[in-house]
């Protein structure tokens, strides 16, 4: 994904001008998102100004900071063993961001700061994933009758035994806003992902979502699955 800047005169939004006359976007967004280069706009995208006008863009924290990684891991490499090869700003963007290791952390900021980072990190992210959650619901409300709605809103709030017979309190829904839970092919537990997609090899193949009867009101019950997850894995809605 690019990082947009518009251009007013000559003069890239953000990079060339600090402050701007919004008269002079000609109803444009300052910062945009978007897989290629649109009219009226630059690509400004690396580590700095994802971390300095992501977030303008209307895209949410997980999005951005996905970014970030994908560009640290870039220069960085998968193993860190280039992280000298990022400027200081962005390695201290890296630490802050939690797209670095404990090691690489370490060199930025204490470990008190890091515990601020962190709680700032969790809380940015929960609020992603139950915003992210909320649009699913209610794309799924939208699509589905009212029954077969309240059938999957009830499925991923029960508790749930793993075949050890275990018994959680904790929700497929609740575990994936507040503890980041997605799904067994991302190498969690359990997940919220397995249940929509009814993944093969999990308690859910048969019991998932995409395993159901349900007729959508609109498209099909694969389509309405993929949005679901574009939604709640990549922050698109």
Excluded at 53 to 71: A, P, S
Excluded at 76 to 87: E, K
Excluded at 116 to 128: C, E, G, L, R, W
Aim: hydrophobic content about 35%; charged content about 25%; proline content about 2%.
């Amino acid at each position: 994904m690019k990082l947009l800047a518009y251009i007013i005169n000559g003069d890239i939004v953000g990079v060339d001008l600090e402050k701007w006359d919004d008269d002079l976007l000609s109803g444009n967004k300052p910062f945009i998102c978007s897989e290629s280069v649109e009219s009226g706009y630059v690509d400004i995208s690396n580590i700095v100004n994802w971390s300095k006008f992501g977030i303008n863009t209307g895209r949410d924290y997980k999005f951005v900071r996905n970014e970030i990684k994908i560009l640290v891991i870039a220069i960085a490499g998968v193993d860190f063993t280039n992280w000298n090869n990022l400027t200081e700003n962005e390695k201290i963007i890296a630490s802050e961001y939690f797209c670095a290791p404990y090691s690489c952390r370490i060199l930025m900021h204490t470990l008190q700061e890091q515990h601020v980072f962190a709680k700032i990190f969790n809380d940015s992210a929960t609020q992603s994933r139950k915003d992210r959650f909320d649009h699913a619901i209610s794309i799924i409300r939208t699509k589905l009758t009212w029954d077969d709605t309240q059938e999957v809103v009830d499925e991923m709030m029960e508790q749930y035994e793993k075949p050890t017979t275990r018994k959680f309190n904790r929700n497929l829904a609740n575990n994936y806003i507040y503890y980041g839970r997605e799904g067994t092919v991302e190498g969690d537990p359990l997940g919220l992902f397995d249940y929509i997609e009814a993944r093969v090899g999990t308690y859910y193949e048969t019991l998932g979502l995409a395993a159901k009867g349900y007729i959508p009101e609109t498209g099909t019950l694969a389509e309405l699955v993929t949005e679901i997850m574009d939604i709640l894995k990549n922050g698109n809605y």
